[in-house]
């Protein structure tokens, strides 16, 4: 079993900062790329930032500039600072990690969200 947890979403106001993390803990080998994505109610879930395990990143346009996502391969753990924040940025967000499960093979799985919210 492998799990992601996520911590760090909440209220702010605009132009302020958060940092989301997630930690993925379970029957872990390696992991591949880390990424964390956005929905909003109603819409399809979408790519904020990737990293491979190489260090490696790729952004969305909306965020470039203003957010970094980053890793400690160390801690299982990868995190996304968000700075100058929008109330367009307002969604859930989402971890997403490929994992190298002991006797499963690679799979791809998700954490359970966090809301950000920001106020204008």
């Known amino acids: 079993q492998v799990q992601l947890a996520e911590f760090g979403g909440g209220l702010v106001q605009a132009g302020g900062s958060l940092r989301l993390s997630c930690a993925a803990s379970g029957s872990i080998y390696s992991i591949n790329t880390m990424g964390w994505y956005h929905q909003a109610p109603g819409k399809q879930r979408e790519l904020v930032a990737s990293i491979d395990l190489r260090g490696s990143t790729a952004y969305a346009d909306s965020v470039k500039g203003r957010f970094t996502i980053s890793r400690d391969n160390a801690k299982n753990t990868v995190y996304l600072q968000m700075n100058s924040l929008k109330p367009e940025d307002t969604d859930v967000y989402y971890c997403?990690?490929?994992?190298?499960?002991?006797?499963?093979?690679?799979?791809?799985?998700w954490g359970q969200g966090t809301q950000v919210t920001v106020a204008s």
């Open positions: 997403r990690a490929n994992i190298l499960i002991l006797n499963h093979g690679w799979r791809d799985t």
